[in-house]
Every structure is written in C-alpha cells, then in structure tokens.
C-alpha cells in the first residue's frame, strides 16, 4: 500500500531523512518508534505531503501510495489529502457541533446529499466506538466532549471522507490511560478497512497494536521488522539498546 524508495529529506541544510526505504502492508498497522527528533513525524508527514506546507524543504527518492509516486508533476494534492488521511497529536475539533465536525469534510468535497450526509456521519462515529455516546448530542458543541472523545471524533472526521491509508502521529500522547485504551482498540479494529500507520513514543503501545515496527533514529531507519520480532529478538544493537531502556 505504501512503500518510500531510498528517501531523502532536507529542512534548508539539515539533512533530516537520510535514505529511508520500506513497504507498509495494505490493512496492516505500522509503528514508527524512536527518541525525539528522530525523523518519525518528518516521515509521516511525507505521506500525505503534509511538509509541502514548510518552505525551503527537498525531498528526493519516492514515496508510493497504492503504486503512484505522490511526488510526481501530475499528482493533485487534495485528492492525495482524501485517499490518506491524518489524525495529529492533541485533539483538534472545529468550533462546531459534533455532527457538522464529521460532515466538514463531506461539504467540502461539495456533497449536499442531506440524507447521504448523515448516513456517513453516522457510520464514520460508529467507526470511530463514538456514535454510542454521543447519538444524543450530535447537535452539542464538540467542545463540551472530553479529550478522549475529541480525539475519537477527529478520528471519525478522518474516517468520513473513505481514505484509504490512516495516518496517526501520537494520537493517544495527550490522553489518561482510559482513553488511550479506547484509541489502542480503535486502531486494532479499523484495521480490518484501513492501512495505518502511527508514530508513538510509547514503545508498549507499539507492541499492542502494531503488526511491523520501524525504528528510526537521527534520520535514518535502522530497523523494519515484524513486531514480535523486533522487541523479541531485534537484528541491531542500537533497536535492542533502545527498546531496553539504555538510551532514547
């Protein structure tokens, strides 16, 4: 589903990425783990060209999204936008209600289809294990929702406009250990419709939901494995001195 072919990325001078190559699987979920600074969020940000945003940045190599390069001269970024979708660190709700949250995206893209429109929202929080809690309230500010459930609806405003890939970058960072749960069995479910991929800096989160881990650090991926394997058994020093605790 996703694959980055010999990846180089530049802030000015500052080398950020350096030679980055690795495939993450069509309904699979893919953690990047590694200290601060690292070049993790860089790389997911990547993905849905998200660093178009910062000037004076180059990328060379290829990032693939369902075998197109994303960085070539025909690719329409909105449309990219659509196909992989992002949830970022702190919950980020519109100053809306709950069910105009979800719909943004579907206005956008010009759908007026009233009856289409709550369909969608609907599925999309029942995707998101919000719908039970907030059925009665969908006309509520999205403000007077707990972080958890914020963070929930920015997921099922994520899941409203059907993307493909699922990009997740610390999404369970600024919450309790409950609402981390609900995020971590969120993940694990959507799955089954969903590539995603999830920067975390907790490396037990990564052991619970993710089914290949990549290991960055300064810039470079020094290790891509299946999970189990990867915190069982790591082929590199530096992801054993890591993942023990000797440093990071």
Request: with cysteine; charged share 25%; hydrophobic share 40%.
């Amino acid at each position: 589903m996703i694959e980055a072919k010999e990846v180089n990325f530049f802030y000015g001078d500052f080398h950020a990425l350096k030679n980055i190559s690795l495939c993450a699987a069509k309904h699979k979920v893919t953690a990047f783990i590694g200290p601060s600074g690292c070049g993790k969020s860089t790389f997911l940000r990547l993905l849905n060209r998200m660093n178009d945003l910062i000037p004076d940045t180059k990328l060379t190599g290829k990032c693939l999204v369902s075998g197109e390069d994303i960085y070539s001269k025909g690719t329409n970024v909105d449309e990219l936008r659509k196909k992989v979708g992002m949830v970022f660190q702190k919950p980020n709700p519109f100053p809306k209600t709950i069910f105009e949250n979800v719909a943004y995206g579907l206005r956008v893209n010009g759908i007026k289809d009233k009856k289409f429109i709550q369909e969608r929202v609907e599925e999309s929080l029942v995707g998101a294990a919000l719908w039970e809690e907030v059925k009665d309230k969908l006309s509520k500010s999205a403000y007077d929702l707990s972080g958890g459930q914020q963070q929930r609806l920015c997921i099922a405003r994520a899941l409203a406009i059907k993307p493909d890939v699922l990009l997740m970058d610390e999404p369970a960072s600024a919450l309790d250990p409950i609402s981390t749960s609900k995020i971590e069995d969120l993940i694990y479910n959507l799955k089954t419709k969903y590539t995603i991929i999830i920067v975390t800096h907790n490396m037990q989160q990564a052991a619970r939901v993710s089914d290949n881990t990549g290991f960055f650090m300064l810039g470079e991926l020094i290790e891509f494995s299946d999970t189990k394997k990867m915190f069982l058994s790591p082929s590199k020093e530096q992801t054993q001195n890591y993942i023990t605790g000797r440093f990071g």
